[in-house]
Structures are given as structure tokens and as C-alpha cells.
């Protein structure tokens, strides 16, 4: 049974969580790099994003090879 009327959800780019936005944003669970707006499954990931944003916020771009 398809059901597509859910929010969609963002990752966690530390621990690759699903998290909803909207809750992030209420907790304060989101941070911005280089335009992008990251959110966060909780202050520990938050806190280990900011401290490196490069290391997580390049894992996208990684070639797949
Ligand atoms: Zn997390």
C-alpha cells in the first residue's frame, strides 16, 4: 500500500539518521554549511558536524568508484 503523504525527512550527515526537520528545527538540531542546511539527530551529532563540517559535508560528493 503506497503512502506518500509523509514530510519528508532529512539525514543526519554524521550518523546518517533519518530526522525530521521540523523537529530539528524546534530543538535547535540544525546548522548551515556552505548554503545547505543540515539537521541533526541530536546535539552530540550537531556538535561533531560543526567541529568538521568538511568531513561530513563531503561525504555526497565522494566519487563512487
Ligand atoms: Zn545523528
Known sequence: MPYEAEPMDEVDPVCKME????Q???LGLE????GV???FCSKA???????E????A?????PAL
Open 37 to 39: 542546511r543540515y539537521v
Open 19 to 22: 530526522v525530521d526537520p521540523e
Open 58 to 62: 563531503g561525504v555526497e560528493e565522494r
Open 31 to 34: 546548522t548551515e554549511h556552505g
Open 53 to 56: 563540517p568538511a568531513r561530513y
Open 45 to 51: 551529532c550537531r556538535a561533531a558536524f560543526v567541529a
Open 24 to 26: 530539528a528545527h524546534d
